[in-house]
């Protein structure tokens, strides 16, 4: 039966409500919620308090919100979120790097549960010893899956975690009396925050750029590494989905060098269970339990990410950390080596506690289901787009791809004049995300990088696959399809050069207001 | 493989079903997965099974297991709190907690306009709305939170003016000051500005005295960490411009129902913190900061945060969106980048735009007025028990005020066990933040406390005092 069926959704439709911005809307008067007022014996007793404000500081304008009653604010939102494609929608293989997963729905219950959702980050501890153990459970997790000794899920997400480490490295040298150790080592591959985050932290940054079998080049390394080198921080795989296999080695020259080794593990879904940090000698690593372990993504964050260290950095990691006495769990802030706060009180810990209960309900074998799974289907996907004209691999000499691979439309595109900018357009006509690309240079040219996670079924990754190969087809023969897509979106195409000039771009409807004189023919 | 392999199928991973795994590395040409991780060398490989608990593979048991643990905490919906300090507890209307639970929301990412676009549009709502509150052309997209926020501002007036100091009231969370410290490194010097004991109000003379042609900016609260409204905003900003510094004013937005936009007294640069506004606390995990500016071009290249702007499509009458000025974030630029952005906290900056959208502009003055009248009873009413001064500085409070307990005998620490006992989480022990004043506690009343709330912690307080 399921041959019968095609495997395209050809008659799909984005849902194009043509909604007009909130600011439009409503009519003087209109409320979309009242506020408990005061009770009579309370206004009885403290008077007009409005008027104890200095004159000076009153607000005499009214904020220019919309006045919109209740229900056209809920169909207002409903409608706008009917206009943007989660991954519950749709079969998100295209946004590689961001493990794009299914995100339990019982996991997401137990968050919204009043006893996490209504707890206060000081609250005293004897009140939260329940997410405390979680908290502290969950790090023995990770510890285990990592070979680290002592996590923080202070990071609100992975740039900030990976900030946290260069901010560790950072303290660990300074401890040593060696602050003359200024300088990052990152690849190009790895993710744009394993250079900004460093270089935010102080550090000199250098970047190592792909052999020609795209793994991070190893002489580069030797003649990167001396005596200001603090430390080195990539991810393995990288963004290509190559796993280096001599990464040991890169870490030993590091170490050699006195440096110490950060591992972005952005990329682990491919290898949870298989390979840790430990063992390829990294000093410290990270997770982002809102893509690897689950937790939803929420149109970016709330994540987190958790970051683990060895013993021997445990003194440097942000207040408070989470401590177990062997009966009750304590919040620690008297940590005097510790490099202060990375973020507000202990973190996004309703991340934490989806990414607990997504272990638990795996447990150690269906973690490295999640591995394995992963990587078939990463290679299945492969197989299939090995049938698709126009895309090409990049680095194909390097054999061990995990995760995710970066492809290229670069044949597409000098036989046909279609670029990976148009596919990624074209593919949300059929009821898909659109795609990932690269991050920024674009070594690869007119790359895309699919991932397809173990929540994929094979049907769902043959009807990607289906969608890539038909397009690519289109392309050959009518281009323009292609190139003038969407077709079926929400909107039409926008006009992009409005978001890089300054006497046009409006980051609110007041500064529309200002300028929409300067939008002339497109003007609304 | 020595392991067991579990027989059934998980229920979250469709190929785990042996048989589909078999026909897919046929396809793929290889007949045992391990050959797929061949790649690894042998003596990378983790060896044996992870220590991790057996699974708990019916969703029940797992539920079962997961509440038992949360059971053994005591929510602020179960015991009355008076916490806030950074995080505060209001009313989250059900019409936000539907929409931030919109699996079309919660589980989208970084997809671009043409699959999301009504994430952009809620996003630069938010943004639209915040605009109005602060008196803004231009606002960030949601950042990490406040601290974050903050921390940013001030290195964006630090490269605006090319200096490199700058100037934070005594009077500020430490917890933000340890952020700053952190995040500033060496590039940008703290200099902390006094502030009088009496009233709380920033020491201009003090500022006068540590403000030069080095200060970059001066950063204040309205209304400050310990809750009170600082009189002398205008006058700050005049010194800060005075001296060619920047005023970087950071807010909490439920008071800007009733108080001034930053706007009207000289702010140059705003931060603050959207959690209040529709999000609920989680732990601290409601955060959700901002940034907001005029629409200069020198301030917007200065921005490390993602900037949504609408923008024309080819259809007449419809409005698209999308990155302004992407190229300048740390995505392209790497380490050349201003600082650093990622993956924040974005849902909430949506269930923040439902919320404004809601309150409406009468809805935020009837907030911020029935905040002050109940933290203004709670004063009242505190302040009669024995030994308790409520509040401690004479300046006007909004919704948290210092309470100081130098007279009762009993320390902070003592007096909110005792209160826990009465299902009472009482205010922030700042002791030891700020010694000078002495034995004190930071409470927070909102619109959430009713007269019966705050006369049971009155009478609470008395029998622990007693």
Redesign the interface.
């Known amino acids: 039966m399921r041959n019968e069926r095609s495997l395209l959704k050809q008659n799909y439709h984005a849902a194009a409500w043509n909604e007009p911005i909130i600011m439009q809307m409503g009519r003087k008067g209109e409320r979309g919620i009242l506020v408990p007022e005061a009770e009579e014996e309370i206004k009885e007793v403290v008077g007009d308090v409005l008027s104890r404000i200095p004159t000076d500081l009153r607000r005499t304008e009214p904020p220019k919100l919309p006045e919109i009653s209740q229900p056209q604010v809920v169909r207002h939102f409903l409608r706008l979120s009917q206009m943007c494609l989660g991954t519950d929608l749709n079969i998100d293989i295209g946004q590689g790097t961001c493990t794009m997963k299914y995100s339990p729905k019982v996991n997401e219950y137990l968050a919204r549960l009043p006893d996490i959702s209504e707890l206060h980050p000081l609250q005293d501890e004897e009140t939260v010893q329940g997410i405390l153990e979680i908290i502290y459970k969950f790090a023995g997790f990770l510890s285990e899956i990592s070979g680290m000794d002592k996590f923080t899920f202070q990071p609100g997400g992975g740039a900030q975690a990976i900030y946290t480490n260069a901010c560790i490295i950072r303290a660990y040298h300074a401890a040593r009396g060696e602050s003359q150790r200024d300088e990052i080592i990152t690849t190009l591959f790895s993710h744009p925050a394993d250079a900004a985050t460093p270089a935010t932290a102080g550090f000199k940054v250098i970047t190592l750029m792909p052999d020609e079998n795209g793994y991070p080049d190893l002489e580069a390394l030797k003649a990167a590494v001396s005596k200001r080198t603090a430390g080195m921080m990539i991810t393995n795989p990288e963004d290509t989905g190559i796993y280096n296999p001599r990464v040991r080695e890169y870490v030993d020259i590091v170490h050699e060098a006195g440096g110490l080794c950060s591992y972005d593990q952005a990329n682990a879904n491919g290898i949870l269970g298989i390979c840790r940090a430990k063992e390829a000698g990294f000093d410290m690593c990270h997770f982002n339990l809102h893509k690897t372990f689950s937790s939803p993504h929420g149109c970016s964050g709330p994540g987190c990410g958790a970051v683990g260290v060895r013993d021997y950095l445990e003194k440097f990691l942000p207040v408070p950390v989470v401590e177990f006495d062997g009966e009750k769990y304590h919040i620690v802030y008297e940590r005097p080596f510790s490099i202060g706060k990375v973020r507000s009180f202990l973190g996004n810990i309703p991340v934490v506690l989806r990414a607990y209960a997504w272990v638990m309900s795996l447990g150690p074998d269906g973690i490295r289901d999640v591995a394995e799974v992963s990587v078939i289907n990463n290679n299945y996907l492969a197989k299939k787009l090995s049938q698709v004209s126009g895309i090409g691999m990049s680095y194909p000499k390097a054999k061990c791809r995990l995760d995710q691979i970066r492809y290229s439309w670069e044949q597409l595109r000098r036989e046909t004049g279609v670029g990976t900018e148009d596919v990624r357009r074209r593919v949300v006509d059929f009821g898909v995300q659109s795609y990932f690309e690269s991050h920024h240079p674009w070594v690869v040219p007119e790359p895309f990088t699919p991932e397809p996670t173990e929540t994929y079924s094979k049907d769902d990754i043959d009807e990607y696959a289906e969608i890539l190969r038909y397009i690519s087809q289109e392309a050959y023969v009518s281009p323009d399809t292609v190139k003038n897509a969407p077709h079926k979106s929400t909107i039409t195409r926008i006009d992009e050069r409005i978001l890089n000039d300054p006497k046009k771009w409006a980051m609110t409807w007041r500064a529309y207001l200002n300028k929409r004189h300067s939008w002339d023919s497109q003007g609304q | 493989m020595a392991?067991t392999?579990?027989q059934v199928a998980?229920p979250?991973?469709?190929?785990?079903v042996a048989k589909?795994?078999e026909?897919?590395?046929d396809?793929?040409?290889?007949s045992d997965?391990s050959e797929?991780?061949?790649?690894?060398?042998n003596?990378?490989?983790?060896k044996g099974?992870?220590?991790?608990?057996?699974?708990?593979?019916s969703?029940y048991i797992?539920?079962r297991?997961?509440?038992g643990?949360?059971?053994?905490?005591?929510?602020?919906?179960?015991?009355l709190?008076f916490?806030g300090?950074?995080?505060w507890?209001h009313?989250v209307?059900a019409?936000c907690?539907?929409?931030s639970?919109?699996?079309?929301?919660?589980?989208?990412?970084?997809?671009?306009?043409?699959?999301?676009?009504?994430?952009y549009?809620?996003?630069?709502?938010f943004?639209?709305?915040?605009?109005?509150?602060v008196g803004?052309?231009?606002?960030?997209?949601?950042t990490?939170?406040?601290?974050?926020a903050c921390s940013s501002s001030l290195l964006m007036a630090a490269r605006i003016t090319g200096r490199s100091q700058v100037l934070i009231p005594r009077v500020v969370n430490p917890?933000?000051l340890?952020?700053m410290?952190?995040?500033f490194?060496?590039?940008v010097d703290i200099e902390v500005v006094e502030y009088d004991h009496e009233t709380g109000q920033l020491d201009l003379e003090d500022l006068e005295k540590k403000i030069s042609s080095k200060t970059a900016a001066v950063y204040f609260e309205?209304p400050s960490y310990l809750g009170f409204?600082e009189?002398h905003?205008?006058e700050i900003s005049r010194i800060a411009h005075a001296h060619g510094a920047l005023s970087v004013v950071g807010v909490d937005p439920t008071s800007?129902?009733?108080?001034?936009?930053p706007s009207e007294?000289g702010a140059d640069i705003v931060c603050g913190e959207a959690q209040p506004l529709g999000v609920?606390?989680?732990?601290?995990?409601g955060?959700c900061g901002f940034i907001a500016s005029r629409?200069e071009?020198q301030y917007?290249a200065e921005y490390p945060t993602?900037?949504?702007?609408?923008?024309?499509?080819?259809?007449?009458?419809?409005?698209?969106?999308?990155?302004?000025?992407?190229?300048r974030t740390?995505?392209?630029?790497?380490?050349?980048?201003t600082?650093?952005?990622?993956?924040?906290?974005?849902?909430?900056g949506?269930s923040a735009?439902?919320y404004?959208?809601?309150?409406?502009?009468?809805?935020?003055?009837?907030?911020?007025?029935?905040i002050?009248?109940?933290s203004?009873?709670a004063m009242?009413v505190i302040s009669e028990i024995d030994g308790v001064k409520a509040p401690m500085f004479s300046s006007?409070v909004f919704k948290e005020f210092v309470v100081n307990f130098d007279a009762a005998g009993k320390s902070v620490r003592d007096i909110?066990?005792g209160l826990?006992r009465h299902k009472i989480?009482g205010g922030?022990d700042i002791t030891r933040e700020f010694p000078e004043l002495g034995n004190s506690a930071l409470y927070c009343v909102t619109?959430?406390h009713?007269?019966e709330d705050i006369d049971r912690l009155a009478s609470a307080l008395k029998e622990v005092l007693k």
């Open positions: 392991r392999r579990r998980h979250y991973i469709p190929n785990s589909t795994k026909e897919m590395l396809e793929i040409g290889v997965v797929l991780f061949s790649g690894i060398p003596e990378l490989r983790f099974v992870l220590n991790l608990p057996k699974p708990l593979l969703e797992l539920r297991h997961v509440e643990l949360l059971s053994k905490n005591k929510s602020c919906k179960e015991y709190n916490l300090a950074g995080c507890q009313y209307p019409v907690d539907e929409i639970s919109r699996a079309e929301f919660l589980t989208a990412y970084v997809g671009d306009t043409y699959s999301d676009l009504g994430k549009q809620a996003l630069f709502e943004q639209s709305m915040m605009g109005e509150l803004m052309d231009v606002v960030s997209a949601p990490y939170d406040w601290a974050s917890e933000k340890w952020h410290r952190n995040f490194r060496s590039t309205n409204i009189t905003a205008a800007l129902g009733i108080l001034a936009p007294y609920h606390m989680n732990y601290g995990g955060l629409d071009e917007v993602f900037l949504i702007s609408i923008a024309p499509t080819r259809r007449a009458g419809e409005f698209g969106f999308g990155w302004c000025t992407h190229e740390s995505f392209y630029k790497r380490e050349r980048a600082d650093f952005t990622g993956t924040t906290q974005c849902l909430w949506i735009a439902v404004l959208a809601l309150l409406g502009p009468q809805g935020l003055r009837d907030l911020g007025e029935s002050m009248e109940r203004h009873y009242k006007v909110n066990k826990l989480h922030k619109e959430i009713t007269k």
